[in-house]
C-alpha cells in the first residue's frame, strides 16, 4: 500500500508526489501539518472487483473503491478525491497527528449501494486482507529539537524552553489528542497581554507566543487543561 499525496485545487485531484510507498507497521511520516491531501492506494489481485478500507485513529472512514487503482478517497479515471471532499471523503480536512490503524480487504464483487463510496456495502468473496498500522506526525525543526534536548526527562504537561525569554515564549505541551489548553500571558497587575486556546493535535506538541514587542520584565503565564492549572513566571530580557 503506498501513501501518495494529491494536488491542492479543484476536485478531483491529481496524484502531485509520493509521501511513502510500500506502508509498513513501523513507518513514521513526518510532515508539514496542513496540507495533508493525502490518500492510500492498494494494488487488487486478478479477481478483484472492490478495495474495502477501514481507517481508524485521529480520522475514522470507511469506503469502498471499485474502480482500480484502489484508493482511500475513492477516484474518477486518473484523478482523485481527498478526505475533505464531502461525497468522497471524511469529515477531516487533512490528517491529524496520531497513530492510524488501517484494514484492506479485496472482495470477488463491487461494492453495492451508495451513490458514493463511503455509502457502499461489501459483497462478494473476501479474497485477501491486510492489516497495518502507521504514524504521522510533524517534523522536528531545530528550535524543537533544541527544546527536546533541554527539557527534563521527567516532564509536566507544560513547560516553557529558556527563561529569561528574549523574542518568544516555546511551550511544551503534552496529553491526549483533542484535549483543549488555554494559555495566557500576564503582567504583574493581572492585565492579560495575549491569550490563545488550542486543542492538542499530538501528545506532544510546541506553540509560540510572541513577545518581542514587550517591554522586558516579569510575566506570568497561565496554562489550563481539564481541572489543571498551571502557573509560570517568566523573565523578558531586552
Known amino acids: 500500500m503506498d501513501l ?37 492506494f492498494a494494488s487488487g489481485c486478478d479477481a478483484s472487483e472492490s478495495a474495502v478500507f477501514k481507517l481508524t485513529g485521529p480520522i475514522n472512514f470507511n469506503s469502498i473503491d471499485n474502480n482500480p487503482p484502489y484508493a482511500l478517497f475513492a477516484n474518477v479515471g486518473s484523478t482523485y478525491f481527498a478526505q475533505n471532499h464531502p461525497n468522497y471523503g471524511s469529515s477531516g480536512s487533512t490528517f491529524p497527528n496520531g497513530t492510524y490503524n488501517l484494514v484492506i480487504d479485496l472482495r470477488s464483487s463491487d461494492g453495492v449501494g451508495g451513490p458514493f ?77 495575549q491569550s490563545q486556546s488550542i486543542k492538542l493535535t499530538s501528545s ?11 517591554n522586558a520584565g516579569m510575566y506570568i503565564l497561565k496554562a489550563i487543561k481539564a481541572e489543571k492549572i498551571k502557573t509560570i513566571k517568566v523573565i523578558k530580557s531586552e
Open 4 to 40: 501518495k499525496d494529491v494536488n491542492l485545487g479543484v476536485q478531483p485531484k491529481v496524484v502531485a508526489g509520493s509521501i511513502k510507498d510500500n506502508l509498513a507497521p513501523t513507518n513514521t511520516i513526518n510532515a508539514a501539518i496542513s496540507p495533508r491531501l493525502w490518500t492510500i
Open 117 to 193: 463510496p463511503k455509502n457502499r456495502i461489501a459483497v462478494g468473496s473476501l479474497l485477501a486482507t491486510r492489516s497495518l498500522q502507521f504514524t504521522v506526525a510533524s517534523p522536528i525543526n531545530g528550535r524543537e529539537a533544541a527544546v527536546e534536548a533541554s527539557l527534563p526527562s521527567t516532564q509536566e504537561w507544560v513547560s516553557i524552553f529558556q527563561n529569561p525569554v528574549n523574542e518568544e515564549i516555546v511551550l511544551y505541551l503534552s496529553g491526549q489528542i483533542g484535549e483543549e489548553v488555554s494559555f495566557s500571558l500576564m503582567n504583574l497587575q493581572g492585565q492579560t497581554i
Open 204 to 214: 506532544q506538541q510546541y506553540e509560540v507566543l510572541d513577545v518581542r514587542t514587550q
